[in-house]
């Protein structure tokens, strides 16, 4: 883990842009839980094993500290290349409009598997102005899909072969 240095971050707040181990993290899961459970509506009730398997399986890691405290967190999965999508940005209520969600954002566009995609997506409920600082834009021309639900189960029956390519 590498830690950043952005501008006008309040003194006491620490950015930490994670490597591919993201131990801090991995010791501090029910941290995670507790900050997605009080200050999400979307990640509400996640165990602390599926975080951690979400942690390993997301290519760009950030989160923000006050000492020992997690107080922002930020994710994104990437190809690398041609797509990015940022998932579960999110600052301690008691620490909101002071800045740290921003300095979380340009940390992790800053992640080489963010910076290196071709296009960043997001999905959003009611922060659209925040991302729109940030250069996001709405998108008119596409429309979000969704399917609930599936799970490797229900499509092991599918005909399409495992590749060894
Ligand atoms: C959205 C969130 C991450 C923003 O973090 P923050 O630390 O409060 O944001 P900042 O203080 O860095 O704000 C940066 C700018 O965005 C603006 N902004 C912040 N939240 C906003 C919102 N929901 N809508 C519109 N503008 C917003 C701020 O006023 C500030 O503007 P300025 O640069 O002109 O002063 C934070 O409010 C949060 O965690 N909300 C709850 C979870 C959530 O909804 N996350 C988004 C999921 S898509």
New binding site residues.
Partial sequence: MSPTSPKHLPADIRLIRHGAGRLRLLCRLSQLKRLLDD??FWAVGRSPQQLGRMILASQAVVSAWRGGDLVGFGRATSDGVYRAVLWD???DGQ?????????LMEALLECPAVAGAERIY?????????YE?LGFRHVQEQRLMLLEGITATDISGSSVQRGHG
């Fill in positions: 200050h999400s940005v999110v600052v620490l909101q409009g002071l800045g740290i969600g921003r300095r997001l999905m959003t409920t009611n922060s659209e102005g925040f600082k």
